[in-house]
């Protein structure tokens, strides 16, 4: 076991001693241990990659769509999973199907419309994108949720008098708490991580995520290693630092999550 | 009170209204315009004309969206049997280990957090042609340089070197779902098979395995989906080539529609990927569950 996770950081190795390596040193030996470990990389990558700006869009366009999809999605399930009635189906077949649609099946008419509505290049035309792309999963999972939930809690408050909407929100969305964060975890990671919607709607431009900002710059530096290197560190350490802080919660929000 | 409930306790409708305004806008139309665009010569720019199913048969008659279905099957079989293969064999391996558990757990899961175009620049890296470099250095280093390749280059291995970067990045996904299912073996049934005499082998192929079919189900579907779907790795690493060779059908469906601007082309090939998706759906949903047990 210890054998096969040593072969198995073997890239990462490889990642974290180049990117400490000045190219000298990286002509010198390029797999052993750096022998006096620089950090110089680090600052040239950030500048040269405008990662700072990079790192904003990202988390802009992460945060405000989860924080959408938590609520319009929480919203669409608790109608979907209290109407037992043929509606109620319906709506939830309707949303499922976008779990087996490939979004590439709409990619080019969305792609003329997000332009026409001037969106490319733009903070909104991405949240737009993700909240309609990342429903039917967050639906999905919420639906399933609600319906193991006994909605007495509900129905007492509001038989007290209690509106729907502050029903909902009062006293049922802090029970969903779990789930909650499953979806908060699955769909940050996506939408953190998608490269293909974000480089076609946002490439060129200034609004960047850290994916494609990283591609274009391994593409303009590709033949210095240790800068390279540095921008993959970069551009991976926001992740794997808030992963290794809530690792109990992210893998249990991936193993458990998906089981349908 | 049970199976009536009173109407004024249900939500109102418009609870799901806000969803479903941009589900549609998002996904419905202009999917539903994909299907139609797919029998069209839509250039994005003019005039169009339906063309019926001309897009389909030029896919079947053009070599690189030919070779690029084939690729994209090969690819998704590979990265199915191996991810999954290998993710077992970790989770029985990690699950054995009480006191290293957790800590492995992370360590194999940590790759698939991160973004797999990142990976695949790591792992050009890693498949470097130098023999001083990567993969090559380490072979050379632990004597075993008659194995070096140029990974990327030869076409012959270029479409299994990127499948075996998916596979690195995801087994420790795999492993993890595993992991769950084998949690959810109980300890008094192996302890009764043990009694019986059964074999560490018998305890796996009659207690384990079939217990695990859950967990099989949801990952042999993670993974033929994201599979016929790769797009990330491939584009990084080798963007399809050396010529055609690890072109799968979203890199050609990519270029068809943004490079050469054949929009009605690119949706037809986005629409077979579709139906491969569906098809594989259903038949997992419908076979795999089948083999499933349930404690009681």
Known sequence: MIVVAVAFLFPVYALVTLSLKDPRQIAASPLGPPTSPTFENFGSAWERASFGTALLNSTVITAVSVAILIAVGSFAAYV???????LGYGLYVLFLLGIVLPFQLGMIPLFTMVDDAGLLGTYQGMIIFYTGIQLPFTIFLYTGFIRALPSDYADAA??????HLRAFSQVVFPLLRPITGTVLILNAVFIWNDFFTPLLYLGGSDRETIPVRIF????QYVSDYGLVFAGLVLAALPILAIFLVLQKYVIKGFSSGLKG | MRGR???????????????LL??????????????VYAFTDWTGIGDWSFVGFDNFTKLWSDDAARGSLINTLLLTVAIVVVQNGMGLLLALGVHARIRSRSLLRVIFFAP???????????????????PGEGLNGLLGAVGLGSWRQDWLGDPDLALWSVAFMVVWQFAGYSMVIFLAGLESVPDNLHEAAMIDGAGRWQRFRHV???????????NVMLSTIGGLKLFDQVYA???GGPGYASETLSTVLYKQAFVYGNYGYSTAIALVLALFVAAVSLVQVHFLRGREVTIT
């Open chain 2, 208 to 218: 384990t395995w079939p217990l695990l079919a859950p967990a099989v189900t949801v």
């Open chain 1, 158 to 163: 509001l038989i007290d008098g209690a509106g």
């Open chain 2, 22 to 35: 941009v589900y549609a806008v998002v996904v419905l139309y202009p999917s539903g315009a994909g299907v």
């Open chain 1, 216 to 219: 274009s710059f391994v593409g």
């Open chain 1, 80 to 86: 979907i999973a209290r109407w037992q009635t043929r």
């Open chain 2, 237 to 239: 690493a080798t963007n």
């Open chain 2, 5 to 19: 409930t009173s109407r004024f306790l249900l939500p109102p409708w418009w609870f799901a209204a806000p969803a």
């Open chain 2, 112 to 130: 698939a957090v991160v973004s797999p175009v990142m990976v695949a620049f790591l792992w050009k890296y890693v498949y470097n042609p130098d």
